[in-house]
């Protein structure tokens, strides 16, 4: 069995990392390396089928550990739901209304950029976009390092997610422009 594993009880814990929404992702690529290389199933071939299923147990939760404090919105997520918050992503459509214009004119902006093939402009919404989200992860950490507000950082998320699906669509935008 893998030696020095405990089971942690959250995802900062098991990369030895401070509970916080900014955290330095270099200091979690050491930190899943080192644990990677610890738990990787490779390591426990040679042992029984038990012993081989844990291993790869802890592999996993290293990994989904890793890939949601990798991602800022995961991140928010996760740290919210171990205060006990819903993000309500699903349920709680209700978004501040310069915020809602604003995503109708991206989307356009987007559509129009696709259909006129214009490389440089979706390339200065994808800037515009990175900056936009930028400001709402600099509040979202603001919210939840500081304020613990996290009714506000739980609306800052689903606003995120607005943010994703919106990269989504560039990216899609650029796919077609390539082909």
Do not use: C
Not at 98 to 104: E, G, N, P, S, T
Not at 118 to 135: F, H, N, S, V
């Amino acid at each position: 069995m893998t030696q020095g594993f405990d089971t942690p009880q959250n995802h900062f814990q098991l990369f030895g990392l401070a509970q916080s929404f900014q955290l330095d992702n270099a200091q979690l690529e050491l930190a899943f390396r080192a644990l990677q290389a610890q738990v990787h199933p490779d390591k426990s071939a040679h042992l029984p089928d038990t012993e081989q299923r844990i291993a790869m147990q802890r592999s996993t939760l290293v990994n989904e550990a890793y890939q949601t404090l990798r991602s800022p919105i995961r991140r928010a997520r996760y740290m919210l739901s171990l205060q006990g918050v819903d993000t309500q992503e699903e349920t709680n459509t209700a978004m501040p209304l310069d915020f809602l214009m604003a995503q109708m004119e991206w989307r356009e902006a987007v559509a129009d950029a696709q259909q006129a093939r214009d490389a440089e402009a979706i390339g200065q919404l994808e800037a515009r976009m990175k900056d936009e989200t930028g400001k709402l992860e600099a509040m979202l950490a603001i919210k939840i390092d500081s304020e613990h507000d996290y009714a506000v950082a739980a609306g800052l998320v689903r606003k995120l997610r607005f943010m994703e699906k919106l990269a989504e669509e560039i990216d899609s935008a650029y796919d077609e422009l390539d082909s």
